[in-house]
Structure formats: structure tokens, C-alpha cells
């Protein structure tokens, strides 16, 4: 089943307890991205990748580091998370073709609390 | 920049009543406009597309035309259902090698039996 997987689906941690949330896919897709949703405020792109070792910052990246060492896995790091990244967060991926438009395939999110 | 304006919810129906969601945008270039659903605990799920003027994209009983000139994207459906309550959002990508998708805040659906 083509699909997006992350993990873990919840965690709760302490203010600058560094952590890691995993995104793969298995669609080979060339794109992905993390997006964080809060109330109010819709979605917003922290970071994104256009293929392996290219990352690039989206509209609020402060606070988080990514990599995209292989196709598949996109990370999402938290080097000293802090109670305002307390958030829903959603890894997404997409094909890149010329002059084609593909919708994103988003994975099931991932909750987050910082206390 | 690109920005996408959807109508604010909640929208409380009843079973078989007509859903508008209303979707305007602005965006440099050409724009593709996309409708997404969530439903409760789940991500996003891609509801219907359009890539360009008067192109309609439907899906599931959801409508939606892209209208160039009132650049406006709204969602229809005829008649919808219990299982149709969810959070809807309206996002654009602004094209020529642009894939970051741009989303509206959401719109809350509830339907009611």
C-alpha cells in the first residue's frame, strides 16, 4: 500500500529533551515536506526537499532541523524543543514531474507536546 | 505572496442538505488549486484538483471549477452525508517549478442526522 508512515503518532516531552520524529514513504516520490497545524492558524511548512541532500527552509523553520540522506526517510529533529512546537505535525510527499501536478500524500501526523 | 481565503467555520447541516464551501485565493503565475479533506484523527487526504481556468475536479460527489476570473475555487456537494463531517481546506500551488502547497486555514464540517 502506497503510503506515508510516520512515528510516532504521539509523544510528550520535556522542554529541550532533543527528539526525532520519522517520515518514510514508499512511493519514491521526489518531494517532501512537514508541515505543523494549530488552531487557528492552518497548516504551515517548516521545512521541505526536492530530492536527496537538497532541503530548504518553508515558512516557519526556527526551531528544527531535517535530512534526506536517503529517498525514502525525511526526518524531523528538534534540537531543544520548547512548549510554543507543541503542535500537529505532518510529514507529506509528492511526485516532481515537468508540467504535471501531483497532490501531496500526507502521513497520519504526529502529536506533540512539550512541557 | 500566494495565500488562500477560505470561508470561516464551523458549518453545521443536516443529511441531504447542499454544502458550499467558499475559496478564493491569490497567487503570482498559474496557480493549481486543490481541495483537501481530514477527517477526525487522520491526515490529509486529497479530495479533488483542478490545473487550470474552468477545469472542474470532483471526486466523491464534491465539486469544484476553477474560475480565473473571480479567482475563486469553491467546494460543492449535492447532498451530503453523516460521514462527510470533517475539516476541509482549500491550497494552491503557484506552478513554474513551485511545490510547496499553500493552504487555507480549514473549514470545519459537521452534518447532522
Known amino acids: 500500500e502506497a503510503q506515508v508512515t510516520q512515528n510516532p503518532r504521539y509523544l510528550i516531552t520535556v522542554t529541550g529533551k532533543k527528539l526525532t520524529v520519522t517520515c518514510s514513504q514508499n512511493?519514491?516520490?521526489?518531494?517532501m515536506s512537514w508541515y505543523r497545524q494549530d488552531p487557528g492558524l492552518g497548516l504551515r511548512q517548516i521545512y521541505y526537499?526536492?530530492?536527496?541532500?537538497?532541503?530548504d527552509k518553508g515558512d516557519v523553520p526556527e526551531g528544527y532541523k531535517v535530512s534526506r540522506k536517503e529517498k525514502r526517510n525525511f526526518p524531523l529533529i528538534l534540537e531543544s524543543p520548547s512548549p510554543n512546537q507543541t503542535s500537529l505535525y505532518f510529514c507529506?510527499?509528492?511526485?516532481?514531474?515537468?508540467?504535471?501536478?501531483?497532490?501531496?500524500?500526507f502521513g497520519s501526523g504526529t502529536r506533540l507536546t512539550v512541557v | 505572496g500566494d495565500s488562500v481565503t477560505q470561508m470561516e467555520g464551523p458549518v453545521t447541516l443536516s443529511e441531504e442538505a447542499f454544502l458550499t464551501i467558499n475559496c478564493t485565493y491569490t497567487?503570482?503565475?498559474?496557480?493549481?488549486l486543490f481541495w483537501y479533506v481530514q477527517y477526525p484523527g487522520e491526515g490529509l487526504q486529497l479530495l479533488l484538483k483542478?490545473?487550470?481556468?474552468?477545469d472542474k475536479g470532483s471526486n466523491k460527489g464534491f465539486e469544484a471549477t476553477y474560475r480565473k476570473e473571480t479567482t475563486s475555487f469553491h467546494l460543492e456537494k449535492g447532498s451530503v452525508q453523516v460521514s462527510d463531517s470533517a475539516v476541509y481546506f482549500c491550497?494552491?500551488?503557484?506552478?513554474?517549478?513551485?511545490?510547496?502547497?499553500?493552504f487555507g486555514k480549514g473549514t470545519k464540517l459537521s452534518v447532522i442526522p
Open positions: 526537499s526536492m530530492n536527496v541532500e537538497v532541503t
Open positions: 512511493m519514491n516520490h521526489e518531494y
Open positions: 491550497a494552491l500551488t503557484s506552478g513554474a517549478g513551485s511545490y510547496q502547497l499553500t
Open positions: 497567487a503570482t503565475g498559474y496557480p493549481s
Open positions: 507529506a510527499s509528492s511526485r516532481i514531474r515537468w508540467q504535471e501536478v501531483h497532490g501531496y500524500t
Open positions: 483542478a490545473t487550470k481556468a474552468d
